[in-house]
C-alpha cells in the first residue's frame, strides 16, 4: 500500500525551532555556520583518515564510520530546518516526512552502537595493551560496525514502520523544526499505544544497552589508571577519555531526556531544545573532541598539507582499495565457512558431560530430587496450560502471558533435565555434537523468551494498577499477541547468535564440557580457536536480554509502587503489594542468576560456581512458576474446583 493510502494528510507544517520573526535570521545564520564546520570537520576527517595509512588502526577506522554518520545525520535535517528559516511557510510532504524520520533513526541509532564501539577500543587499548591488536582485529571491528549498522536498520524499520501505519486526519502543525517521532505522535487520530511501547521498547535497547556497555567498559579503565604508578602517566590515560566521556554524556543524556520521559505538550517544546544537542552539537563537535587534539592526527595534516606531489596519495589510495578489496574477500570466505555443516567445522564428534559433581554416592540423591522436581515443573506447567485453555473466564491478558510463560517453561526445562537425569545413572555422559548444539540453540531460545515474557507481565501489572480503566483498551488482544511476538522474535535472534557464532569455533581435542548440559561458556573454554568474537556476542546479546528486561521492569514497578502507595486503604495496598511480590521475587531469582552467570569475568572456577547459579534459572524457576502466579489465585483455584467438579465434558 502506498504511504499517502495510510494517512488523509498529504504534507505537514514544521513549526520549527521558534515562531519569533526576529529570531530567525540570527539562527539562520549561527546553523549555517554550524552545518559548514560540520561538514569541513568531518569530511576533512574522513579524507585525512583514508589519506594515511599510518591512521589505519581500530581507533581512526570507528572515527571514520563516526565521521561518516554524524556528516549523514547532520545532512538529514539541517538543510531543510535552513530553508524553513528563510520561508513564510514549512511545508514537508508525508513522503518527505517518513523518509526523514527513517533516516534521522539510523544515524541516530548507528552514532550509539559507534560510540560504543569506541569505548569498548578504549577499553581494550587501556586494560590490554599487549592483546589489543589480537583483540581489535579487522574483522571483530568490521563485525562491531556491521552489528552497528543492522540495529539501526532493524530500530529505523520498527519506528518508521509502525509509523506509516497511523492515520493523520486534519492536524498536520508538527511542534518541531523536523519530523521526530514524539511530536507526530500527538497528530495521529488514531491509537499511538502500540507506537509508545514500541519507542520504549527500541529506545531503551539502543539507549540502555550502550550506556550500561560504555560505563562498564570506563569502570574497567579507571580501574587500570588507577593502577598507573606515574601521575603524568595517569594524567595522559584521562584526558584522553575524557573527550569521550563529554560527548558520550551530551548525545545519551539529549536522547534519554527526550525520549524516555512522559510524552506531554510541554515537553516537546523541551524536547527542541535537548534535540538540538544530539542532532547539531554532537555532529559538530564529534572532529574536535575526537581528533583534533590527538597528535597522530596534527601529524597526518601536517604531512599532508607538506606533500608536492600526488603521486603518494594515488599510491596510498591504491593500496587502501587493495586493503579493502582483501577484507571483503575475507568476509565471504568467513560467510562460506559458515555455510559449511556442522560436522565440518570441528574435529570433535561429540562431547562429555562432566554433569553438577562428580560424587558418585550423591548421583542416586540428585536423580531423585532432579527426578521429582521435572515431575512437578511438568505436572504444574501442563496443568495450568489445560486450565487456562478450558476455562473462558481466564482468557484475559494476564492469564494469556502465563499460558505462555508454562508454555515456554515446559519446554524449556525438558531441553537439558531428561539428559541430565539420564547422566545421573549412565558411567560415561554422552552427548554428540549436533546434539551439543541443537541443545544449546534451544536452551538459548526459551530462555530469552522468559526473559521477555516476564517483562511483558510487569506491563501487565503496571497498566491493570495504574490505568485499570484503560486496561482492556491498552491491553487488546493485539497488543499482547505483538508483544509475544516481540519475545519470540527477541529469542530467534539471540538464539542464532549465540549456536551461529558457535559453530563458527573449532574443537580440536578437549571435548569435557565442564558442565551438566551445553552451555555457551563451557563450550568456549573448550575451543581451540580465538573466542574474543563469542565472548563479545555473548556481552552484547545477554546485556540486551538480561538489562533491558531489567530496566523495563524495574520502572514499571517504579510506577507501580508510586500507585500503590497512594491507596488509602491499607487491605488495598497489601493486596497490591502481595500480587507484586511473587513476581518480583521470581523475576530476581531468574535474572540474578542469569546476570551472574554470564556477566561476570569466565574462568574454571566461576564455571564450577556457575553450574549452582544455573540450576535455579534452568530448574527451580521453571518449578515455581506455576506455584507463584497462579496456586495463590482465586481465580485459578475456583477455576480448578470446577473442572474437577465436572462430570462431563463439553
Do not use: W
Request: charged content about 10%.
Amino acid at each position: 500500500m502506498a504511504l499517502r493510502n495510510a494517512s488523509f494528510v498529504t504534507e505537514f507544517i514544521l513549526a520549527g525551532l521558534t515562531d519569533l520573526p526576529d529570531l530567525q535570521l540570527p539562527l539562520f545564520c549561527l546553523f549555517l555556520l554550524m552545518y559548514v564546520v560540520t561538514v569541513l570537520g568531518n569530511l576533512g576527517l574522513i579524507i585525512l583518515i583514508r589519506l594515511n595509512s599510518h591512521l589505519h588502526t581500530p581507533m581512526y577506522f570507528f572515527l571514520f564510520n563516526l565521521s561518516c554518520i554524524d556528516l549523514c545525520y547532520s545532512s538529514v535535517f539541517t538543510p531543510k530546518m535552513l530553508i524553513n528559516f528563510t520561508s513564510k511557510k514549512n511545508i514537508i510532504s508525508y513522503r518527505g516526512c517518513m523518509t526523514q524520520l527513517y533516516f534521522f533513526c539510523f544515524f541516530a541509532i548507528s552514532e550509539c552502537y559507534v560510540l560504543t564501539s569506541m569505548a569498548y577500543d578504549r577499553y581494550v587499548a587501556i586494560c590490554n595493551p599487549l592483546l589489543y591488536n589480537v583483540v581489535m582485529s579487522s574483522k571483530v571491528c568490521f563485525s562491531l560496525m556491521l552489528g552497528s549498522y543492522l540495529m539501526a536498520f532493524l530500530g529505523a524499520m520498527a519506528h518508521t514502520g509502525y509509523m506509516v501505519r497511523l492515520t493523520f486526519c486534519d492536524a498536520n502543525t508538527i511542534n518541531h523544526y523536523f519530523c521526530d517521532i514524539l511530536p507526530l505522535f500527538q497528530l495521529s487520530c488514531t491509537s499511538t499505544y502500540v507506537n509508545e511501547l514500541v519507542v520504549f521498547i527500541v529506545g531503551s535497547i539502543d539507549i540502555i544497552m550502550p550506556c550500561v556497555t560504555i560505563f562498564v567498559s570506563y569502570g574497567f579503565i579507571l580501574s587500570s589508571i588507577l593502577r598507573i604508578s606515574s601521575t603524568e602517566g595517569r594524567s595522559k590515560a584521562f584526558s584522553t577519555c575524557s573527550s569521550h566521556i563529554i560527548a558520550v554524556s551530551l548525545f545519551f543524556g539529549s536522547c534519554a531526556f527526550m525520549y524516555l520521559k512522559p510524552s506531554s505538550a510541554g515537553s516537546m517544546d523541551e524536547g527542541k531544545i535537548s534535540s538540538i544537542f544530539y542532532t547539531n552539537t554532537v555532529p559538530l563537535m564529534n572532529p574536535l573532541i575526537y581528533t583534533l587534539r590527538n597528535k597522530d592526527v596534527k601529524l597526518a595534516l601536517r604531512k599532508i598539507l607538506s606533500r608536492r606531489h600526488i603521486g603518494d596519495s594515488t599510491q596510498t589510495n591504491r593500496s587502501q582499495f587493495k586493503n579493502v578489496l582483501r577484507i571483503i574477500l575475507e568476509i565471504f570466505q568467513e560467510r562460506e565457512q559458515r555455510r559449511m555443516p556442522p560436522g565440518n567445522a570441528s574435529f570433535v564428534t561429540e562431547f562429555i558431560l562432566v554433569g553438577l559433581t562428580d560424587l558418585p554416592d550423591l548421583q542416586l540423591p540428585l536423580f531423585c530430587l532432579f527426578l521429582l522436581m521435572y515431575v512437578v515443573t511438568v505436572l504444574g506447567n501442563l496443568g495450568l496450560i489445560t486450565l487456562i485453555g478450558l476455562n473462558s473466564h481466564l482468557h484475559t491478558p494476564m492469564y494469556f502471558f502465563l499460558f505462555n510463560l508454562s508454555f515456554i517453561d515446559f519446554c524449556y526445562s525438558s531441553v537439558f533435565t531428561p539428559k541430565m537425569l539420564t547422566n545421573f545413572i549412565s558411567k560415561k555422559n554422552m552427548i554428540s555434537y549436533r546434539g551439543c548444539m541443537t541443545q544449546l540453540y534451544f536452551f538459548c531460545f526459551f530462555g530469552i523468551s522468559e526473559c521477555y515474557v516476564l517483562t511483558s507481565m510487569a506491563y501487565d501489572r503496571y497498566v491493570a494498577i495504574c490505568n485499570p480503566l484503560l486496561y482492556n483498551v491498552v491491553m487488546s488482544p493485539k497488543v499482547c499477541s505483538l508483544l509475544m511476538l516481540g519475545s519470540y522474535l527477541m529469542a530467534f535472534s539471540g538464539a542464532m547468535a549465540h549456536t551461529g557464532c558457535m559453530l563458527r569455533l573449532t574443537f580440536c581435542d578437549a571435548n569435557t564440557i565442564n558442565h551438566y548440559f551445553c552451555d555457551i561458556l563451557p563450550l568456549l573454554q573448550l575451543s581451540c580457536t580465538s573466542t574474543y568474537v563469542n565472548e563479545l556476542v555473548v556481552f552484547i546479546v545477554v546485556g540486551v536480554n538480561i538489562i533491558v528486561p531489567t530496566v523495563t521492569i524495574f520502572v514499571s514497578y517504579g510506577f507501580i509502587l508510586s500507585s500503590i502507595l497512594r491507596i488509602s486503604s491499607t487491605e488495598g495496598r497489601s493486596k497490591a503489594f502481595s500480587t507484586c511480590s511473587s513476581h518480583i521475587i521470581a523475576v530476581s531469582l531468574f535474572f540474578g542468576s542469569g546476570a551472574f552467570m554470564y556477566l561476570h569475568p569466565s574462568s574454571v572456577l566461576s564455571m564450577d560456581q556457575g553450574k549452582v547459579s544455573t540450576v535455579f534459572y534452568t530448574i527451580v524457576v521453571p518449578m515455581l512458576n506455576p506455584l507463584i502466579y497462579s496456586l495463590r489465585n482465586k481465580e485459578v483455584k475456583v477455576a480448578l474446583k470446577k473442572s474437577l467438579n465436572r462430570k462431563t465434558f463439553s
